[in-house]
């Protein structure tokens, strides 16, 4: 599934060169995207070639006229029902949550303005989507639509390469990005801070979080609001960390939402929505908080992680079913674990057919195809090699959760399972971050693996759920 980007322009050479030269340009030559950009003039019934026209009752300027935006439109949807955004300054406010949420979608539709604006019937007809770039007035929608298609387009596994870095810059964690420096080491008298030459990766760590909290706190006063939100909730939740690791997890890498929290006494009762995921997950002091977070429950969302058996109830009664029941198992200790195989690196999409045949097979574990590629192409996949050979592979789930390990046979017995979950552990530990997994209760063998590993199990039993969707 490739993402289309449709542009509807009177300049479709500006969309065009203007994107070409970047990451997007590069994006596109590798096939993960694909960029039309459409004239529309090309679809004027107007023998001189006009699209517009003077305005109904006077005032200044000139209007883009229904017909041709409406045929050009047609054109490249045939009809179907796709995403169109106009963009204009009278629009809702472009964030990066709504990048996120676009990049979502295969195919998108923009529709760029010029003149005094567009005949507002075809924008009724056609347009799902009214967005701003900000409060101010360019003199046509290109830039606005190009600076919305580069920040959707770096969201989609791929394009900027396999790193998994776009979750991880900017606005990682709620915060603002940390000050960055590259050589030389002293430049017009100023040094680079002593803390990013001494190669303690912990307390580097630790510094670029102080910095980012700072300049958020300075620049985007409302930003640090929520961040500073999410971690006392953060804190309340640690007080039973085995049985919260998840939430924790989620909100503390920027990803979770909060949508409901209830802090009584002694109790708490949490629902936060994973937008990486897009899992809800929830705790109740009883059920008439369970109700209420239920009542609370976002649309968009496909599945939901319980730890409460009253919720069951609940949920079964607003079309959630039982996908399974686990463990949460986490690691709290810091040490980095020892990795005895050698050849452990990221996966990448020449190893997506291999994952795909060893982990779907017919009957086989019930991950999507369309799942796995987009995890591979996140980096969050990684592959234990043998003279060459894919022997097996682990992976970091989209809510952050360790999975996905699997041994090929003639592998086995020879530590190879321990290896790869070592090495997925210290990345996370690289991170800040605190590894956790959800064990199948029937599968004992994972759940011995996690325990020689040092990791602890919750005293809770988790339920995953999934949307019944209407047919
Ligand atoms: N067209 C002109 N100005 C704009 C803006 N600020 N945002 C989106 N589209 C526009």
């Given at each position: 599934m490739r993402n289309l980007f449709h542009v509807l322009t009177l300049f479709p050479e500006m969309v065009l060169q203007g994107l070409s030269p970047s990451v997007i340009g590069r994006a596109c030559e590798k096939n993960i995207i694909t960029l039309n950009a459409v004239n529309?003039?090309?679809?004027?019934?107007d023998r001189h070639g006009k699209v517009d026209d003077y305005p109904y009752g006077g005032g200044a300027g000139m209007l883009m006229q229904a017909q041709p935006v409406f045929d050009a439109h047609r054109a490249v949807t045939g009809g179907r029902n796709i995403r169109t955004i106009y963009v204009t300054p009278q629009g809702s406010p472009f964030t990066q949550q709504m990048a996120r949420e676009l990049a979502e979608e295969t195919e998108l539709v923009f529709l760029c303005g010029h003149?005094?604006?567009?005949?507002?019937r075809v924008l009724e007809e056609i347009v799902t989507d009214f967005v701003s770039i900000g409060d101010y007035v360019l003199t046509g929608g290109e830039l606005p639509a190009m600076v919305m298609i580069d920040a959707i387009a770096r969201l989609i596994p791929g394009v900027l390469g396999n790193d998994g870095s776009a979750e991880e810059e900017?606005?990682?964690?709620?915060l603002l990005e940390y000050p960055q420096y590259s050589r030389p080491e002293e430049w017009h008298g100023r040094k680079v801070p002593a803390v990013l030459l001494s190669g303690d990766h912990r307390k580097v760590a630790k510094w670029r979080l102080e910095e980012a909290k700072q300049r958020t706190a300075r620049r985007r006063p409302d930003l640090y609001e929520k961040y500073q939100q999410k971690q006392l909730l953060i804190r309340l939740l640690s007080r039973q960390k085995r049985n919260h690791i998840h939430i924790m997890e989620s909100l503390d890498r920027g990803n979770g939402e909060i949508v409901y929290s209830h802090n009584g006494e002694g109790t708490l009762s949490v629902l936060v929505y994973d937008r990486n995921s897009r899992t809800s997950m929830a705790i109740a002091a009883d059920c008439s908080f369970g109700e209420k977070i239920a009542d609370c429950l976002p649309g968009e969302g496909r599945f939901i992680v319980i730890s409460d058996l009253f919720l069951k109830d609940i949920l079964a009664k607003r079309h959630y079913r039982v996908l399974g029941e686990y463990d949460q198992m986490l690691y709290t200790k810091k040490e980095v674990l020892r990795v005895k195989?050698?050849?452990i690196r990221c996966l990448t999409m020449e190893h997506f057919p291999q994952v795909c045949r060893l982990y779907c097979p017919e009957g086989g574990p019930g991950i999507e195809e369309g799942y796995l590629r987009e995890r591979i192409l996140a980096g969050a996949m990684y592959g234990a090699f043998l003279e060459g050979n894919l022997a097996g592979f682990v992976g970091v789930h989209s809510e952050g959760s360790l999975g996905m390990l699997y041994v090929e046979e003639p592998f086995r017995g020879q530590g190879i399972a321990l290896s790869l979950e070592s090495y997925a552990v210290n990345r996370m530990l690289e991170r800040g971050q605190t590894p956790y997994c959800h064990v199948s209760a029937e599968n004992t063998e994972s759940g011995r693996l996690q325990e020689r590993l040092g990791f602890y199990k919750a005293e809770k039993t988790f339920w995953w759920l999934e949307k019944v969707l209407a047919k």
């Open positions: 529309i003039r090309d679809y004027t019934k003149y005094e604006g567009i005949d507002e900017s606005f990682y964690r709620d195989h050698r050849d």
